[in-house]
């Protein structure tokens, strides 16, 4: 049995699921959204997506967390933002003692609908399927989260044999 905690970072919205592998079936445990007002100051902000990825650590007690790798596009400023979040949850992360690991949003897509290139709708809908869920899971940023944990789960068997 694996849980993985899956983070979708991000400074207004930071997605979270949590994951966890029974033999060959994937259950979902929670999963969801940490919101923050633009109007606030980053410091409190920052510490609200600490405070709740930490309480979820303590909560579901993840063997991992799964992350989507920063990725730079054209905007910088968000850029940044996402990895101030990226930061403050590998640090809730870190303080525990629970591996983080990276995928990048291509690996991620291809472990959940097999191509890298899929959209938001039909990460969506595979997430959906795959964890057995009545409904697509809302919003996107739950989704990709369950879809990083997703990723993990599957290649968390192959990572351990690899190391052994």
């Not at 990725?71 to 949850?89: E, P």
């Amino acid at each position: 049995m694996v849980i993985v905690l899956g983070i979708d970072p991000g400074l207004a919205n930071t997605g979270f699921g949590v994951v966890q592998r029974r033999s060959r079936d994937l259950v979902a445990l929670d999963g969801g959204v940490i919101a923050t007002g633009a109007r606030e100051p980053l410091a409190d902000r920052l510490t609200r997506i600490h405070r709740v990825v930490g309480e979820l650590l303590e909560h579901y007690r993840p063997d991992a967390v799964s992350m989507e790798s920063l990725y730079f596009g054209r905007n910088a400023t968000s850029a940044l933002a996402v990895g101030q979040a990226r930061g403050v949850a590998l640090l809730a992360a870190a303080q525990r003692g629970i591996d983080c690991i990276d995928y990048t949003p291509q690996q991620i897509k291809g472990a959940v609908c097999g191509r890298g290139g899929a959209d938001k709708a039909q990460v969506q809908r595979m997430v959906q399927a795959l964890l057995r869920l009545d409904a697509p899971p809302t919003p996107d940023h739950a989704a990709d989260a369950l879809a990083a944990a997703i990723c993990h789960a599957n290649h968390a068997p192959l990572r351990a044999a690899l190391s052994a």
